[in-house]
Nanobody, 117 residues
Framework: QVQLVESGGGLVRPGGSLRLSCTTSGSIFSIYAMGWYRQVSGKQRELVATITVSGSTVHADSVKDRFTISRDNAKKTMYLLMNSLKREDTAVYYC???????????WGQGTQVTVSS
């Protein structure tokens, strides 16, 4: 019932920046804590950052001080501003709620971020 669409990825040089967007369908976006995840081929999906309904955020140590998660409840949209990108940030980035795993929305297709010189 809830559709997630990620966008904004692309090819960027090390040290560059990108802003990812996650748009959602439905009218219940504002009541869910949300997060950005990323996955490298052959590896487990990794939680990158979370944001509560009220806007409190937590960022993984690997992206702390470089990435910033935010949300606009009126637009039903979540963002991930990525600065000082590193090659190890290369992954497919996904958004979803961060409630119990069995309550996760259906995963979208993600958006590819490639950091390469």
């Amino acid at each position: 019932q809830v559709q997630l669409v990620e966008s904004g990825g692309g090819l960027v040089r090390p040290g560059g920046s990108l802003r990812l967007s996650c748009t959602t369908s439905g009218s219940i976006f504002s009541i869910y804590a949300m997060g950005w995840y990323r996955q490298v081929s052959g590896k487990q999906r990794e939680l990158v950052a979370t944001i509560t309904v009220s806007g409190s955020t937590v960022h993984a140590d690997s992206v702390k001080d470089r990435f910033t998660i935010s949300r606009d409840n009126a637009k039903k949209t979540m963002y991930l501003l990525m600065n000082s990108l590193k090659r190890e940030d290369t992954a497919v980035y996904y958004c979803n709620n961060v409630g119990p795993a069995n309550a996760r929305f259906t995963w979208g297709q993600g958006t590819q971020v490639t950091v390469s010189s």
